[in-house]
T-cell receptor, first 115, second 117 residues
Framework: AQKITQTQPGMFVQEKEAVTLDCTYDTSDPSYGLFWYKQPSSGEMIFLIYQGSYDQQNATEGRYSLNFQKARKSANLVISASQLGDSAMYFCAMREGQAGTALIFGKGTTLSVSS | KAGVTQTPRYLIKTRGQQVTLSCSPISGHRSVSWYQQTPGQGLQFLFEYFSETQRNKGNFPGRFSGRQFSNSRSEMNVSTLELGDSALYLC????????????????FGAGTRLSVL
């Protein structure tokens, strides 16, 4: 079974609009972390935001926020005021506390921002 | 502070050859992980090293190996290359293996793109 599911292969948004990228996860470990990374065409994976399973508040980092709904096992990334430079592949990932340090990645969502 | 540095950026090899990829972590980071990214399989964890010891390993054949040096720099080696080994190999570093999850955010390099002909 997929541990991280990203159902949107591609998303299109105009500059200055907000966009939500979906991510659902599956784990029985009570301690886990959820991460979002951005991968431009250059290949480098850029860390965006982190949410811990015990965090009470949704994480925010500048224009990025994570809509964490624990009961639904979802961790959607919200990008406010999209910019052309946001065009990239976005990956949701999870690290389970008891399972070592490996990140488990989803298949990714390609975001295209147009002017 | 310099980020994670991977060399070389691009490699072309032929089947049966072996290859060594290098990764220099962020200064002060002691844990290095390696991932393989392919269009078909996505991102898959290869292994992780901490204090020169392999602490975690993914589901890859023994042709894939690695090591870590005392300065935390890491290398991964692939022997007897196969066409299916063509991929982007990403290295990530983090502060430590233990401690809270938030302390172990992995920061990635730009990757080495390996093509096997």
């Amino acid at each position: 079974a997929q541990k991280i599911t990203q159902t949107q292969p591609g998303m299109f948004v105009q500059e200055k609009e907000a966009v939500t990228l979906d991510c659902t996860y599956d784990t029985s470990d009570p301690s886990y972390g959820l991460f979002w990374y951005k991968q431009p065409s250059s290949g480098e994976m850029i860390f965006l935001i982190y949410q811990g399973s015990y965090d009470q508040q949704n994480a925010t980092e500048g224009r990025y926020s994570l809509n964490f709904q624990k009961a639904r096992k979802s961790a959607n990334l919200v990008i406010s005021a999209s910019q052309l430079g946001d065009s990239a592949m976005y990956f949701c990932a999870m690290r389970e506390g008891q399972a070592g340090t490996a990140l488990i990645f989803g298949k990714g969502t390609t975001l295209s921002v147009s002017s | 502070k310099a980020g994670v540095t991977q060399t070389p950026r691009y490699l072309i090899k032929t089947r049966g050859q072996q290859v060594t990829l290098s990764c220099s972590p962020i200064s002060g980071h002691r844990s290095v992980s390696w991932y393989q990214q392919t269009p078909g399989q996505g991102l898959q964890f290869l292994f992780e090293y901490f204090s020169e010891t392999q602490r975690n390993k993914g589901n890859f054949p023994g042709r894939f190996s690695g090591r870590q040096f005392s300065n935390s720099r890491s290398e991964m080696n692939v022997s007897t290359l196969e066409l299916g080994d063509s991929a982007l190999y990403l290295c990530a570093s983090s502060l430590a293996m233990s401690g809270g999850l938030a302390k172990n955010i992995q920061y990635f390099g730009a990757g080495t793109r390996l093509s096997v002909l």
